[in-house]
């Protein structure tokens, strides 16, 4: 039997599917897709059972790994579901029918040669569950085991053995910085970015090789400075900075109106013309947010680890700060985990207050990060924006990294 070595995150074994149990299944809240093969195959066997719940994409939107979809109800999801919410293509045709995306997720490879590195999606409730359960920092386990049936994304070519050895020298830097306990995780954040950037800058001159060095040299002058908050700005972003965000960029799909009707409604906000031209305005009571960010400040003392390990496996999952994109390079990746950490707080503060429980929240997690990690445009939005309003440097994400903090902001509103 062939194996291969396999780096993954200490949970990943530990994950088993929710089930019927599962509160907002991978059935609903985004667009399921399949490839060609997968569409056609599935067609003849749902002839049987519901030949209407799959789809072709729009032709402008169809290739052979996209090209058909589930069809969704706007309440329950992929109408294969039955009423007790399992699937009735595996109860006919058992597990092995169902198309890579429902078979493997919440799971995801990346391979080059003979290493394989897995992880889990936190857009599943059981990964978020599992995340918050941990008691300590996620560490990486490497094993040699057989090779998983996971389709994983391929590094391959010439340079294939260079690109993985940064890769992993990346993500190691990364995860180092994020675990980094002493100081708070916003500061970890922005220390992150100072380094991304000059990472990024060496990838766009084509000097690569220095890449290696200067991450020693970085690593060892934080851990010789006293105070790390001399090496960031002394201001963060108002909240209502972050609320404008939030907006922006989540109110453009339906699929975010829970969580935003609950945010509008729980800082009761009000809107008004910007002073640009186009542009909005929002405000909302002070204490309303003050009351609920000292809960949620709170939440994270009764979960220290919770936000910390989101953010590690988000950061493997997606590659942000080991792997250009086609479209976007580390930095502008960083800027958009950035923007997820932030307003992922911003949500989480707003609804704590009438959150019956710890599952509530990470309900919310789940909607919107199925939103914002797994569809292209939040990000290409995020992104853009940043880069339109000359936001896009290390500054302005240390600031919106720490934005909403209770003590930043008083000293803020002080000095006004
Ligand atoms: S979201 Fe996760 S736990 Fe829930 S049904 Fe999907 S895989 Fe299972």
């Given at each position: 039997m062939k194996t291969i070595d396999l780096i993954k995150p200490d949970i990943y074994d530990a994950f088993q599917c929710k089930g019927?149990?599962?509160?907002?299944?991978?059935?609903?809240?985004?667009r399921i897709t399949v490839s060609k093969s997968e569409y056609q195959d599935l067609k003849a066997k749902l002839k049987?059972?519901?030949?209407?719940?799959l789809q072709r994409l729009p032709e402008t939107e169809?290739?052979?790994?996209?090209?058909g979809e589930f069809v969704l109800e706007?309440?329950?999801?992929?109408?294969?579901?039955?009423?007790?919410?399992?699937?009735q293509l595996q109860l006919s045709y058992?597990?092995?029918?169902?198309?890579d995306v429902c078979a493997f997720f919440p799971r995801k490879g990346l391979r080059a040669g003979d290493e394989m590195e897995l992880s889990l999606t936190p857009a599943c409730e059981r990964v978020l569950e599992l995340l918050m359960e941990k008691e300590g920092s996620l560490e990486f386990v490497r094993q040699n085991e057989p090779l998983p049936p996971l389709p994983a994304a391929q590094i391959s070519g010439r340079t294939a053995k260079a690109d993985w050895k940064r890769h992993i020298q990346l993500e190691e830097f990364c995860i180092l910085l994020l675990q980094a306990?002493?100081?708070?995780l916003d500061q970890r954040m922005a220390l992150l970015g100072l380094g991304i950037h000059e990472i990024d800058a060496y990838y766009k001159n084509g000097e690569g090789h220095k890449i290696s060095s200067y991450i020693d040299q970085y690593l060892a002058a934080l851990s010789e400075?006293?105070?790390?908050?001399?090496?960031?700005?002394?201001k963060a972003f108002h909240p209502s900075f972050l609320l404008g965000n939030f907006f922006s960029?989540?109110?453009?799909?339906?699929?975010?109106a829970e969580v935003l009707d609950k945010v509008n409604k729980e800082l009761q906000i009000t809107v008004r013309a910007g002073s640009e031209p186009g542009t909005l305005a929002f405000s909302y009571p002070t204490e309303e947010y003050v009351r609920r960010r000292k809960q949620f400040d709170e939440f994270e003392t009764r979960h220290p680890f919770f936000l910390e390990n989101t953010m590690v496996m988000l950061f493997v999952l997606e590659h942000w700060a080991s792997r250009p994109s086609d479209l976007h390079s580390i930095w502008e990746q960083y800027m958009y985990a950035c923007w997820v950490y932030s307003n992922l707080k911003l949500a989480l503060t707003a609804c704590i207050?009438?959150?019956?429980?710890d599952e509530d929240l990470l309900d919310i997690c789940v909607i919107l990060l199925r939103g914002w990690i797994h569809s292209a445009e939040p990000k290409k939005q995020a992104i853009k924006h940043f880069h339109d309003t000359g936001c896009d440097t290390p500054a302005h994400m240390a600031m919106l990294v720490q934005a909403g903090g209770l003590h930043r902001w008083k000293n803020h509103l002080k000095k006004r």
């Open positions: 019927a149990a599962c509160r907002r299944t991978c059935c609903t809240g985004w049987h059972i519901d030949a209407r719940s169809r290739t052979s790994k996209m090209y706007d309440e329950t999801g992929c109408s294969l579901q039955s009423k007790e919410g399992l699937c058992g597990a092995e029918a169902l198309p306990e002493d100081i708070s400075t006293e105070d790390v908050s001399t090496l960031l700005p002394l960029f989540t109110a453009f799909s339906s699929r975010f207050e009438t959150a019956a429980s």
